[in-house]
């Protein structure tokens, strides 16, 4: 024990070496596996000593409950995914300034898989359902391509958005005359009951 401790068989203690005056040299604290081993002669300031190691154990506890619980909420929060399946409504400016085009989308998520289907008025105001593709859900962000055929062309449409509980917030990427567009998008979870 002399090597352990020093020449006197003891070391300043933990209260002394943090600057606790009034500690008398003889008396040496060390950690042994998160327990306090308190060495000491007979002292009669032995007890503040004891008071002192048990305030650091105390605080290092509290911290360790601290850190469980924060790393907790982090893996809870990791867990937790947005589910898009639903129908989603939003409306866009009519053509040539006529009333807006409800819009309705349809997904469903099985697995990592996400599919769906958009309808939009046609002509004589019947629903033209169109499928999407390269549907992608990743954390809460969604993406997926819709394209649709006008007097023999196609024209595709590439959809982004951040997944809430009620709203899909994003942008909508087309192309028009040649040239690269885009637009806000928002969707509005359908809530109706049928």
Not at 1 to 15: L, P, V
Not at 18 to 36: D, E, K, Q, W
Request: proline share 3%.
């Amino acid at each position: 024990m002399g090597d352990a401790f020093g020449k006197s068989g003891h070391t300043k203690s933990f209260c002394n070496r943090r600057g606790v005056s009034g500690v008398p040299t003889n008396t040496a604290v060390r950690f042994n596996n998160l327990r306090a081993v308190v060495l000491y002669r007979q002292n009669p300031q032995s007890s503040f000593i004891i008071k002192c190691m048990r305030k650091t154990l105390t605080a290092f506890v509290k911290l360790g409950i601290v850190a469980v619980l924060a790393l907790g909420a982090v893996v809870q929060a990791q867990d937790k995914k947005v589910d898009p399946t639903g129908k989603w409504t939003w409306t866009t400016p009519g053509r040539n300034g006529g009333p807006d085009r409800k819009m309705t989308l349809t997904l469903k998520v099985d697995g990592e898989k996400l599919t769906g289907k958009l309808a939009s008025p046609g002509r004589e105001g019947q629903a033209v359902e169109t499928e999407i593709s390269d549907a992608k859900l990743k954390g809460e962000e969604v993406t997926f391509s819709v394209t649709r055929e006008f007097n023999g062309n196609k024209m595709t449409s590439k959809y982004n958005g951040k997944v809430s509980a009620d709203a899909i917030k994003g942008k909508i990427e087309f192309e028009r005359n040649g040239e690269k567009q885009s637009r806000d998008w928002e969707a509005k979870r359908d809530t109706e009951k049928k």
